[in-house]
């Protein structure tokens, strides 16, 4: 089937890119021969003064098909891959009648390469019009022209930043940029690319606006001469390298591909690029990412049951408690989810302090340009708060986030049931109780579950929702949905001490704790475990969370599943000496003194002292992380997870674990369950029954069996 | 005569299934940095909430202020769309002066007995605090000229003959254009054409004080008055009416000097209605639709009248006009009436509207044979009037409508009377009776 429809409007040849049976365009070689196919019969065809190019879909381009990457095997293979693309550009870029680029909706990487190659390029004013290279995400650079055209195109420092970090554009910064020529309303889009694309084909285009004298002298002054380009380069490299941890490849490549064509020439540029696509896409960095990103695809897709049990229709949320959390909650229920809240405090000024918040985060949102000021309002009239239960009876779904305490939330849930319909869902942001509990005294426990947002909840994607045995499907089903329209990556787990998370999070930190009391250094652990990939350790995130808050924690999972969730005595000892952490402004580290330093007075709580003991970096790093792998596999062998897929996504959008492992199961297959069983037999032989290996783990090894097989 | 009900008892009859309204505060107070729209925005998306009936349920919005706000001339439609009820909901603005949300009211009670609408939001908005102010007439002569202008000397020369005091601005005067009497004023001619004494006034306020603090203190105003918390910080909240002054006197009333006859007035600041900001919201249905949704109205509308008197005549005697029409309509006589609500613009008016209730003489004039009769003190204001919880124009004659309501199911008793006056000598008059 033809993924290109022409159309003649007199003079001009409209081209629609319309794959077909497919939501949205991407690019493969096959579509990329096709195209070639259409432009030489359009070169050919003497009625044909110009060409407007298009998309049919929502969106114009939004890339190359990643799954056709991942059946690349080798970097000739990929480096081929990314010369024919290049190829195919290079005709379009010297084809003699002029091609405009009519963009509506995503024009990403692949099809944002297309769009530069054009002549010029036309772009709608809608939000959902945005302009990027964001391969980088997926361990890559832009394999077919990107890293040459996009810095001739608006300056190489202008390009450093849309390519290194992947961000996009609107349209209306795309043309500040110089990276489109002209922003008009969606309904006459293609009469504009068709008006500039009949100017320029008989020369009475009008010339693009001339820079600022400002930007120009910052352009001659840092990429025109050798030396302000090595300082450039030089200041790009230093901040890459302090975002990446040096974990990730693609970056670096970038640099040093876009500064090659800037010194050498586009042809030189070009090849450098797809040497370094080929490359890179071989390394197991852009395999885990591209893994993570079809694991993130696959799980929008995922309503969160295994049945046929359909989402509810939401209409209206409430919010019992307006702190932090609740603040939070209702902020993407109705900046995200455009559904109506209602906030209930105990008192006025607690409300206040809950609008506050809301309000806070939304003028954030306008300080950024994200929203304007009318936008703000009609974000802001969707929240209404009270201090008693009046305005719940409509409420589909209301989710508390008072005080950790089950007699309260047991109150809270009986109330509730008492003011609001049958089909009213009871959501708790618990972290620790067990849903189960609290649905033991309701009335309606079907409607009982458990919505685990990360705090802070505008900023942490991860969502854990947590179903007790007894919760209805649909009711799940809902709440993963909301929870979607929230912005939220939505996993469900079974209800159990800790649920998954909090669970595999425990017996690493309580494993760093043990390192301490052995003797080992505080910023020495968080220095191997941020070496690891995570982006704090686990020290640090003690400090964040709370001492204090952590060691409750730790006390539940202890008594749920016994020894080898003990934790060490010494964090009871400093949460009853008044150190909490951050909030306290005392923890492992100073929050005094600029740089935080580790507070070396923690350790005159602890045995041994000021005197510290050298530990290789691989036992710092391979005892935490060990005990993360292995009791993820157990919540996978219990059931806590529905898949393995679901583990790896909430160990790294909920716990920051190294999106480049790809998560605990992808870290497992990557090491292969058979060593990951001997070092863990190699630790329980020195420290004890903690490091016991799951028997789901043992028996993969013996089977040789993997957690994702198709890897 | 027969009456002429507006409605069928039953069905197409309208019912105020709930009312609200923000806190009733000076201007300049906790509300300063609001503006109408903010306060009706407020009140009605509190209302909706309260109600808990879906917002698709409503079907028109009818809102109004006294003094429009010049940004968003069609506040009822603003109002609408701040509170973020559907984007559908189809709405007009009302102005009636004093009785805007009256009008209001009225407003979606005919449309309901004519079937074109099965339920509303009616009320109105006022905020002193963010009047507008005006340039002089020379000054936006000159401004509207230099905007037609072609070139910059044709600009200039707009401006050319303006003299230093117009280009000071102009705040709006609470003046009757017609007369250019001040309300205050007129209420001064009142008092002295009707020998209204200032005790008698005084004694009104004083009233009005006394009632309006014992309904607070006894939680009468709790379901009524929503908090408002105010934004950007949110850190305060208006919370309460804050004119009501429960430790007054008849002394401390009776040392205030006269305000619009320095020399022989007797209207002062305390047995006036100050200059107020807030909002008042109804939620009104027909009979048969809230029967349906299985709401339980607070009280129907059973009829109503408006009546205008030459404005230089005695500008506020309009509800001594309209009250004997809407008994009229309504079928009764100022006897089967258990309470009357009389919005308070003036002592000195509320006085000279109950001696012409009273009066065969103003009986005579209006060619009736016999006066309404007096009313009660008793069955008057019961829980405080305008005096004392303040009077921000557009929203008083919703809050008048739901505290009447309030009153009679708190004594459970059945009719009431509300009267409005109005600027240009108009006057409202509702009949209000419990389901």
Same mark, same amino acid.
């Given at each position: 089937m033809a993924s290109f429809r022409t159309e003649m409007r007199g003079d001009v040849a409209v081209v629609t890119f319309d794959l077909p049976g497919e939501p949205v365009n991407t690019l493969s070689p096959a579509v990329g021969a096709e195209f070639s196919e259409e432009l030489e019969r359009l070169g050919r065809?003497?009625?044909?003064k110009t060409v407007v190019f298009t998309s049919a879909?929502?969106?114009f381009v939004v890339g190359a098909d990643v799954k056709w990457l991942g059946s690349l095997r080798s970097a000739a293979d990929g480096e081929r891959a990314s010369r024919d693309g290049q190829q195919g550009f290079d005709r379009l870029a010297a084809f003699p009648k002029p091609v405009v680029a009519a963009i509506h909706g995503a024009c990403l990487g692949g099809g944002l390469e297309w769009a530069l190659a054009c002549r010029s390029r036309v772009a709608s004013d809608?939000?959902?019009t945005q302009l990027g290279l964001p391969e980088v995400q997926l361990?890559?650079?832009?394999?077919?022209g990107g890293t040459q055209r996009l810095p001739r195109l608006i300056g190489a420092q202008a390009a450093l930043d849309l390519i290194l970090t992947g961000r996009s554009v609107r349209a209306s910064k795309a043309r500040k940029l110089g990276l489109v020529d002209e922003v008009v309303p969606p309904s006459i889009l293609v009469d504009v690319a068709v008006e500039r694309a009949r100017a320029l084909a008989s020369g009475t285009d009008t010339p693009p606006p001339r820079r600022s004298p400002r930007e120009t002298f910052t352009r001659a002054a840092l990429e025109g001469n050798p030396l302000g380009r090595r300082l450039l380069f030089a200041e790009a490299r230093k901040q890459l390298l302090r975002k990446s941890g040096g974990h990730y490849p693609a970056p670096e490549r970038t640099l040093e591909v876009v500064r090659e064509g800037l010194e050498k020439g586009m042809e030189a540029g070009l090849r450098a690029e797809a040497r370094a696509f080929g490359e890179l896409l071989m390394t197991e960095v852009s395999a885990r990412l591209r893994e993570l990103f079809f694991a993130t695809t696959a799980l929008k897709k995922?309503?969160?049951?295994?049945?046929?049990a359909k989402a509810r229709p939401v209409r209206k949320v409430s919010v019992l408690g307006g702190g932090l959390m609740g603040g939070g909650i209702a902020f993407v229920t109705t900046e995200k989810a455009e559904l109506p809240v209602r906030i209930k405090e105990r008192d006025d000024s607690s409300v206040g302090r809950a609008l506050a918040h809301v309000r806070g985060l939304l003028d954030q949102r306008v300080r950024r340009r994200r929203l304007d000021r009318r936008g703000m309002e009609k974000v802001l009239a969707r929240v209404t708060a009270t201090?008693?239960?009046?305005?719940?009876?409509?409420?589909d779904v209301v989710i508390e986030a008072v005080f950790e305490d089950l007699t309260l939330k047991r109150r809270l849930l009986a109330e509730v049931e008492a003011a609001t319909g049958e089909d009213c869902i009871f959501a708790s942001n618990t972290s620790s109780i067990p849903i189960g509990r609290l649905a033991?005294?309701?009335?309606?426990?079907?409607n009982v579950i458990g919505m685990h947002y990360f705090s802070p909840v505008e900023k942490m994607p991860l969502l854990e929702v947590i179903t007790h045995g007894g919760t209805d499907p649909s009711v799940v089903a809902t709440c993963v949905e909301l929870g979607k329209k929230q912005g939220k990556t939505v996993i469900v787990v079974r209800d159990g001490?800790?649920? !998954?998370t909090s669970r595999i999070l425990a017996p690493y930190l309580n494993e760093a704790a043990h390192l301490l009391l052995e003797g080992a250094d505080i910023a020495a652990v968080d220095h191997a475990l941020r070496a690891y990939?995570?982006?704090?350790?686990p020290f640090q995130l003690l400090d964040e969370v709370g001492i204090d808050v952590g060691e409750k924690v730790s006390h539940v999972l202890h008594d749920a599943?016994?020894?080898?969730m003990a934790p060490p005595a010494t964090m009871a000892t400093l949460a009853k000496e008044g150190r909490l952490g951050r909030k306290a402004k005392?923890?492992? !580290? %100073?929050?005094?003194?600029?740089?935080?330093?580790?507070?070396?007075?923690?350790? &005159?709580?602890?045995?041994?002292? &000021?005197t510290r003991v050298p530990f290789s970096e691989d036992e710092l790093r391979e005892r935490p992380v060990l005990l993360f792998l292995n009791e993820a596999v157990r919540c996978l062998e219990e059931g806590i997870l529905r898949s393995a897929r679901d583990g790896d996504i909430g160990a790294v959008?909920?716990?920051?674990?190294p999106p480049f492992r790809g998560g605990p199961f992808r870290a497992l297959d990557a090491m292969g369950a058979a060593e990951a069983v001997r070092r863990l037999q190699h630790w329980q032989e020195r420290k004890?029954? %903690?490091?016991?290996?799951?028997p789901l783990l043992r028996r993969m090894a013996e089977r040789g069996e993997r957690f994702h097989p198709d890897g | 005569m027969a009456p002429q009900l507006?409605?069928?008892?039953?069905?197409?009859r309208a019912v105020v299934v709930k009312g609200l309204r923000t806190p009733f505060v000076?201007?300049?107070?906790?509300?300063?940095?609001?503006t109408s729209l903010d306060l009706g925005a407020a009140v009605v998306r509190e209302l909706v909430e309260r109600a808990d /009936? $879906?917002?698709? +349920? /409503? $079907?028109q919005i009818v809102f109004g202020q006294a003094i429009p706000t010049l940004l968003a001339p069609s506040i009822a439609r603003e109002v609408g769309l701040a509170s973020a009820l559907p984007r559908g909901l189809e709405a007009h603005t009302v102005s009636r002066a004093c009785a805007t949300s009256i009008q209001a009211f009225t407003d979606v009670a005919s449309a309901m007995a004519l079937g074109v609408s099965q339920a509303a939001i009616a009320g109105g908005t006022e905020s002193m605090s963010d009047v507008p102010i005006f340039t002089s007439r020379p000054l936006s002569r000159a401004l509207v000229k230099a905007s037609r202008a072609k070139t910059l000397p044709e600009r200039l020369r707009a401006f050319a003959?303006?003299?230093?005091?117009?280009i000071v601005p102009v705040p709006p005067a609470i003046? +009757?254009?017609? #007369?250019?009497?001040t309300m205050g004023e007129s209420a001064e001619k009142m008092a002295k054409e009707n020998h209204i004494s200032r005790t008698w006034q005084d004694e009104i306020a004083l009233a009005s004080h006394q009632r309006a603090a014992a309904a607070w203190k006894t939680g009468v105003f709790d379901a009524q008055v929503m908090h408002v918390p105010v934004? *950007?910080?949110? #850190?305060s909240t208006g919370t #309460?009416? @804050? /004119?009501?002054? *429960? @430790?007054?006197?008849l002394e401390a009333l009776a040392k205030l000097r006269p305000?619009? @006859?320095?020399?022989?007035?007797?209207?002062?600041a305390g047995n006036s209605s100050p200059l107020t900001d807030g909002a008042a919201a109804l939620l009104v249905m027909r009979e048969d639709r809230a029967k349906a949704l299985g709401l339980q109205p607070l009280g129907a509308l059973r009829a109503f009248a408006y009546a205008a008197t $030459?404005?230089? $005549?005695?500008?506020?005697?309009?509800p001594a006009y309209a009250a004997p029409l809407a008994l009229d309509r309504a079928g009764m006589?100022?006897? @089967? /009436?258990?309470l009357v609500e009389m919005h308070e613009a003036f002592a000195a008016q509320v006085a000279s509207n109950l001696q012409a209730f009273s009066s065969p003489e103003f009986a005579r004039k209006l060619g009736?044979?016999?006066?309404l009769g007096e009313v009660d003190p008793e069955r008057l204001n019961v829980h405080g009037g305008s005096i004392a919880l303040g009077h921000p124009f557009g929203a008083t004659g919703a809050r008048i409508v739901m505290q009447a309501l309030d009153a009679l199911a708190r004594r459970d008793k059945s009719t009431a009377l509300c009267t409005v006056c109005a600027a240009g000598g108009l006057g409202a008059a509702l009949i209000l009776e419990r389901v």
């Open positions: 065809d003497e009625a044909v879909k929502q969106d809608a939000p959902r361990g890559l650079l832009p394999g077919a995922d309503t969160g049951v295994d049945g046929a201090t008693d239960l009046s305005g719940f009876h409509r409420a033991e005294g309701a009335r309606r426990p079907g001490p800790g649920f !998954y990939g995570f982006p704090v350790g599943f016994g020894e080898r005392k923890g492992f !580290y %100073r929050y005094d003194v600029d740089g935080k330093p580790v507070d070396t007075s923690v350790y &005159a709580s602890l045995p041994g002292g &000021a959008f909920g716990l920051g674990f004890g029954a %903690r490091f016991e290996p799951a | 507006i409605g069928q008892p039953g069905t197409s000076k201007a300049g107070g906790v509300f300063g940095s609001l /009936i $879906d917002p698709a +349920e /409503i $079907d003959g303006l003299k230093p005091k117009d003046a +009757e254009y017609s #007369t250019g009497l934004p *950007p910080a949110y #850190t #309460t009416d @804050d /004119i009501v002054r *429960p @430790d007054t006197s305000v619009f @006859d320095r020399a022989h007035g007797s209207v002062t $030459d404005p230089g $005549d005695q500008l506020l005697q309009g006589t100022l006897k @089967d /009436i258990d009736r044979p016999a006066p």
